[in-house]
Each structure stands twice: as C-alpha cells, then as structure tokens.
C-alpha cells in the first residue's frame, strides 16, 4: 500500500466499519423488495447509522474538525477551517430498490479546499482515494483518468440526462449513463471507465471525495465555490476531451 496520511487512514477506516451496517441493512431490503411496507424505513436508518459511525470515528480521531454531512447538516467545531464532508449512502435509490450500485463518500475540506477524499462501494469492495499531491487509487493501485482523444469514442455520465441544461450544441450524440450515484460517476471518471461526468444542482457532499480523486488521477474538474453546500454544478473529465465535452453542453 502507498504510504498514506493519519487523516486519510481514518477516513478508510471510518468508511469499511460503516459498510458492515450497509452491506447488512442491503440484504434486509432486498428481502423485502416483495413485501407491501416496501423497504424505505430501512433505507434512512441505514443512512442514519452508518453517518453515526462514521461520524463517531471521524470526531474520536479529530475533535475539533468541523462535519459537513447529509443527514446531520452542518456543525462547526472549535477548528473552522478543517470540515469533514460525509454522505453515508450516495445513490440512496439504487439502495432502496436493491440496486447494489451506491456508495460511502467521505472528504476533507481544509482551508477551503478539498485536500482528500473516500469514495468506497461496500457491495462490490471497491475503495477509490486520494490526497492533494500524492496521486489517485483504487484498492491500493494507482488509476489515471481515460486517454481517449475522440468523442464517439467516449462514455459520459449524469444524473438527469433530459435536462435542458444539458442539451447538446453539437450533432454529435454523445453516449450518456445515469447511474444514480455521483460519487461513483466522479470515481469511474478517475479511473477511466466513463470519460467524463456533468451535472447541475447537487449538493457538496455528493462529490466532494470525487473532486479530489478525479484532479489527482490527472483530470479536469470546472472551478467551484466550496463555500457553496447546494446548487453545485459541476463538470469533471479526462483532460484529453474536456475541451470537446464543455464545447459540446450549454449552460454550463
């Protein structure tokens, strides 16, 4: 294993000790899938458990750090400038449907800037990292964003793939998926499986782990305002077609 910060070990740990209650709690609603109640209570406990864990081994570790998180909303501690941004379960309607296509997603914003991220998929054991200047890994090896240099070529991901704002300029069809996990969109960018990811009005915790591993696989994301919670849009790709893609949508 590459040698990692203190704070980015704990954000690993955090994340593997809450999958437990993921995995389990997923297998409770794909049971349930046949039955009348259907298996929404077990999603927002699922949510709400596995942000206390996460939560918990987060503060043990850093007390002062500040928490940023979907369920919880916003706590400032004692130290401002370093936040912890969390999001349990992004893809949280995957989970609901027993769809195993979600994640945890964990970031550090530290003087306004996000210096390491955690996106890990407890179905499939599938950890994405990285850290300001010290490059980008999936399960312990290093990933680099795709090469691919033509856009027919390419595949593209977003969350709402009708959109407006997302209409293309160009006659040029490009080849979309709607995975319904942005952090997962933003980690297969990083690791080359999509070329490039757009979308409008997420909220910070959805792709703040994702901005830091997308820049340190060597690719491109669009300048945004951390200081900014809600209504992010956001455009992240390999940087060998991400003057083609931006040319290619309006609005953004």
Request: hydrophobic share 40%.
């Amino acid at each position: 294993m590459n040698s990692i910060s203190a704070n980015l070990n704990i954000m690993i740990k955090a994340s593997e000790k809450a999958s437990k209650i993921l995995i389990r709690d997923f297998g409770e609603v794909e049971k349930l899938q046949i039955s009348v109640k259907g298996p929404s209570d077990f999603v927002s406990s699922a949510d709400t458990k596995a942000e206390k864990i996460i939560i918990s081994e987060l503060t043990k570790a850093k007390k002062n750090y500040s928490i940023l998180s979907e369920e919880d909303g916003s706590k400032i501690n004692a130290d401002s400038q370093n936040v912890w941004i969390v999001d349990p379960i992004d893809g949280t309607t995957n989970f609901l449907h027993g769809v195993p296509h979600f994640a945890i997603s964990i970031a550090l914003k530290s003087d306004n800037e996000i210096v390491s991220g955690v996106i890990y998929d407890p179905i499939k054991d599938e950890m994405f990292y990285a850290e300001k200047n010290n490059g980008a890994y999936f399960n312990n090896k290093r990933i680099r964003v795709s090469k691919r240099k033509k856009m027919e070529y390419c595949l593209f991901a977003s969350g709402k793939i009708d959109n407006e704002n997302i209409k293309q300029k160009t006659n040029a069809k490009l080849s979309i998926r709607k995975s319904g996990s942005a952090a997962l969109d933003m980690a297969y960018v990083a690791s080359g499986r999509y070329d490039g990811y757009f979308q409008k009005n997420l909220n910070l915790w959805d792709i703040a782990a994702g901005i830091i591993i997308v820049k340190e696989a060597g690719g491109q994301v669009n300048d945004l305002n951390l200081k900014q919670n809600n209504n992010i849009d956001i455009t992240a790709s390999s940087s060998s077609i991400n003057e083609q893609l931006l040319k290619n949508l309006i609005n953004f």
